[in-house]
């Protein structure tokens, strides 16, 4: 890391305006140095300075990013999700349990996460169906956050035969669309992009078809994009 | 009795509190007028303390020289060397043993009443302290009477206050009173008592601290020289000081500067050794006096508080040599190390004064030596070491040089005084954060002065100024019913509480969820618990400024409280900054 801060690099780590910083410096109250009428700060002192007088100081990267907002309409995260998860043919026909666990055993974790993921996805699914209708379900954890997941994902799974959901229309579920995702806002983002697409009228008729996973992304384009 | 003590006790409190006749005055010159009263009252029980404290002060200052007197024409011979053993000893066996007092040095001690509560001065202290010293010194223990007697004066204001039944603001101005009265009894130096208790003891200069901490200073003094006579501590008789010694006291300060330093770091060095000696403070106690009184076999002048070697220095300085001057610092500085660190009973104030004039009579002696024109004579820069030493040991510049000018009315040697003090106290302070008293309590965070950031958190309740007018929510709630709550909610954001232990699982924020709220497909699809973000949970428990850094770290505008893993409440940025402000007006003087 620079030895030398610039008042920008400042501003970063004390969470202040950058007038204030101005300010601190022609009151005296920050050690700076001025080189042609810019103000350099010296790492070391400053860090031990805010030390001194228990200014909480961002540990993290100096040039630390915020998040970037998601915005609700571009479906390219949801694409990026959704190939991390990846699109599986089981046989099905068993009760919805075995499935599950079958499906969290496609999950690129270890046994242990694997099992995190299934008790709570049980959990959720006790509660209430997460069947949307006409054969389709959106399963998800009950409470995400306290799965240790590196990124977000959507798995998708098709099956020959149906397993029983508990759908509010009766109907058994042929596809299932797995959510795993840690973060509120865009746990809420994706569960609503895929509840939009699975209720076209034209869904059912398409996944009867068991399309691969391009044709599911042009399908999920169109509808979205 | 316990009547006429309420019944004056009312009449103060009325006094104090009632409001003054309004007539034709405005509001602010009503305050200053109770201000008035208050200022006078507390200057009144100023007086009072001070004579107490003056008499307390010159009662142990003579008791220590009968004492010392008696065991010196006792006649033992080589047993001597049993006498410190003995006195700490006993001195310790009986703070310990029988009064219960586990406290720590004294002026530390009081320090400590003055940030933390005055509880930490309890009437037995006044006792412990006055013998115990009285016992430590009087055998020989290489220590002084002034940090005790702090500790004694600082006690008996803290004990007044408490009898009076004032509240803890006025407790701890008495307890700087008591203070201010002892060291100018012992001394018999106004100034210094006054300097003493506002730079080293308060650390705040306003109307209350130093009007009747005067009237303490000058009637503990008044006390002292009825008593004893207008004597003073040392007798100089310095014809001058010229340019070039001037400038070599900044050398000096230097000097003495390093030596405090290695001074307070010794003591360090000799509480963990002897802590490891035996279980029992009264042996260690012995064991470092027998060491002490080992040390006084060889050379008696290191014994005691050592006051009469300072002043053979100051007027008969011709008659020693450099090597006894230089032997004696380092045999003074051991001894009085051992003594304070083995858990006898004084303070350094005294060992301070003695070392610093050895080592400023060496410096002198040295520098006369040298083919330099016009150095001053030795005993100028024995003064000045005292200054620095002081100084540096007690990070008090003021206290260095008035103790010094005063002690010796010396005003002649003000200039020398006040460069050497200002020096030492540069290389002092580039070492120790803070001064024998104050490094161990700034080092574990518990130096909290008032009208600090530190002092401010340290006394907001975090309970107090929970937020409270929000929704909880269920984790397993249905986004469909959470319409209905988020209706009628006053704040955009809802706590998730845990059904089984009550804690809070997290937070769902109305931002995040808004865009959603009315899309009926997610009805039925959302629970609270999957759209909720974890936040960092402050303990109630847990320093307020840890609290903050959790603000900080997490960006969040509002955190959730829990104690013992039950959800009490959110704290919001917000409502802390108003209380803090609200805090700042009250606090600061």
Known sequence: ?225 | MSSFIKYWRNKLNTFLTHGVPAGERQLLSRFQAVSAREALVMMTAALVLGIAAGILSVGLNWSVHALREFSQNLGAGWLAILFPAIGAGLAVFMIRSMMKDFSGHGVSDVITAMTIGSERLPRRMIFSRFFGSLFTVGSGGSTGLEGPIVCVGGAVGAVSGRWLAMNERRRKLLIGYGVAGAVAGIFNAPLTGLIFTLEIIVGEWSILTILPTIISAVSATEISRILMGNKIAFYQDIAGFSFVSLVACVGLGILTGLISIAFVRSLGFWENLFSGVNKKPWVRAATGGLLVGLLGWQMPEVLSEGYDVTQKFLLESSDYALVFVLLFVVLKFLACGITLGSGGVGGVFAPSLVIGSGVGLAYGMILGKLPIEGVAEEAAFSLAGMAGMVTGVMHGPLTGIFLVMESTRGYSMILPLMLTASSAMVISSFFEVGSVYTRDMISKGNLIRRGTDRYLLHYMNIRDILDQDFNTVDPDLLLRDFIPIFQQARRNYFPVIDKENGSCAGVVFLDDVRPYLFDKTLHELVTMGSIMRMLPVIRLNEPISQALDQFENSDAWSLPVEEDHRFLGMLSKSTLFNHYRRELQIQSS
């Open chain 1, 1 to 225: 890391m620079a030895k030398w801060l610039t008042i920008s690099d400042v501003q970063n780590l004390l969470h202040v305006p950058e007038s204030t910083i101005q300010r601190w410096v022609r009151q005296g109250n920050l050690p700076c140095t001025e080189r042609a009428g810019k103000f350099y700060f010296n790492r070391e002192i400053l860090l031990s300075w805010a030390e001194a007088k228990e200014i909480h100081v961002e540990k993290k990267d100096l040039s630390r990013k915020k998040p970037s907002r998601i915005e609700k309409h571009k479906w390219q995260e949801l694409k990026k999700a959704m190939e991390r998860g990846g699109l599986h043919q089981l046989e099905g026909g068993s009760d919805w349990k075995t499935l599950f666990r079958e499906a969290t055993g496609l999950l690129n974790y270890d046994t242990t996460i694997q099992n995190q993921v299934f008790e709570q996805l049980v959990q959720r699914e006790e509660l209430s169906s997460t069947a949307l209708g006409n054969g389709i379900a959106i399963p998800h954890p009950r409470i995400p956050m306290k799965l240790e997941l590196r990124e977000s994902l959507v798995l998708s799974l098709f099956l020959n035969q149906p397993v029983d959901l508990r759908a509010a229309d009766q109907k058994p579920v042929y596809s299932l669309f797995f959510l795993l995702s840690c973060e509120a806002r865009e746990h809420l983002q994706f569960l609503s992009q895929i509840a939009k697409v699975l209720h076209e009228p034209s869904m059912p008729e398409f996944i009867n078809k068991h399309p691969n996973q391009e044709q599911l992304f042009e399908q999920f384009h169109q509808v979205l994009a």
